[in-house]
C-alpha cells in the first residue's frame, strides 16, 4: 500500500526496504480473541511500504532516556532458553538483576516469558509467530491494573508508588541476520495522540460477529491471569495500542542481533517526561543468508517508591 520511492544511495548497508501492516483507516472496532489453541484479531490491516534503517552504528544515542529504547550487552548464563522452566527459574532472576541495577526501581518483577519463531511449531504450544502488525502490548490502565495484581498477589496490595515502567525484554535465540527482526518506532515521530485502543480477550471459544459487549476487567483479587490459561468464561486481560499509518514514522532496528544482547523497550511508563512507549512490529528482512529467528521477551514490572 502506498510506494516509496527511496535511491539504493539512501540506504545504508543495514537499511531494509520491507512492508509493516498497519490498521487500515475505518477500522473501528478493535479486539484480539485468545483461546487455549487459537486468535483473532477483528481489527483491519494492510500493508505499508517502509524503510527501516539500522542503527546499531548509533547506540549510544539510543537510550531508555533518550528513545524510550536501548541495546545493551547482557550475556546469560542460561545453557537452554529455549525452554519455559529454565527461564522462569534461572532467567528471571538475572534479568530482575540486570533491571534493577539499569533502572534504579525499588521492585523489579518479571512476566509473560513469550518463545517466538518465524513460522510457527504447530507442535510448541510455548512457541508463539513473530508479531505481525504495529502495536503497544499495554495502556497505563491496563500497565497498573498488572501491576496491582502482581502487587495483590505479595500482600502489598496498599502500596503506593510514585511511577511504574513497564518494560519489554528482547533477545534473539538464533544467529544473524535473522528472517524477521523487531522493528521500533522512532518516539520523535510518536504523536502522544497516536494510537487506538485494542482490547484482548481470553475466552473459551472464538466468537463471531456481531461480537458481545467488552467485558469488564478483572478485580485485583483474581491475580494475574495469563492469556494462554484456558479461560471458562470471556474475560478482559487489558487493552494495548494499535496505529495507523504515518508517511511521518521513522523505523529503526538494531541489525545482527546476538544472543549476548538484550533490547530492552518501554510498553508504559507513568512518567511521561521521556518517550514512554514504543510501538513494535517484526518485519521481513529478505536480504540473502538469513536465518529463522527465534526469539525471548520477558515483561519487568519496574516500581518506583
Ligand atoms: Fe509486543
Known sequence: MGSLSIDNDELGVNDVM?????????????????????????????????????????????????????????PTQCEDLWDMATIERDYFPELVAHIKKRTGADIVFCHMPRLRQSGKDPNNRDVQPVAGDVHVDVNEDTARNLAGKWLHDQGMGDLKYSRLLFLSNWRVLSDPPQDYPLGLLDPDTLSDEDGVYNYLIACPTIPSAPYPPIPPPGPLEEGLVDARQ?????????????????????????ADMTTDELLSFKLCDTDHSSPWRVPHTAFLNDRPGTVPRRSLEVRTYCIFK
Open 230 to 254: 484456558i479461560a471458562t468464561e470471556e474475560r478482559l486481560i487489558g487493552a494495548g495500542y494499535a496505529f495507523h499509518h504515518k508517511p511521518s514514522y521513522r523505523w529503526v532496528y538494531y
Open 18 to 74: 520491507t512492508i509493516v501492516n498497519h490498521l487500515l483507516p475505518g477500522s473501528s472496532d478493535n479486539r484480539r480473541y485468545v483461546t487455549a489453541g487459537g486468535a483473532l484479531s477483528t481489527g483491519k490491516y494492510g500493508s505499508y511500504d517502509v524503510v527501516v534503517r539500522d542503527v546499531r552504528p548509533m547506540k549510544e544515542e539510543y537510550t531508555l532516556e533518550t528513545k524510550g529504547f536501548e541495546l545493551a550487552s547482557c
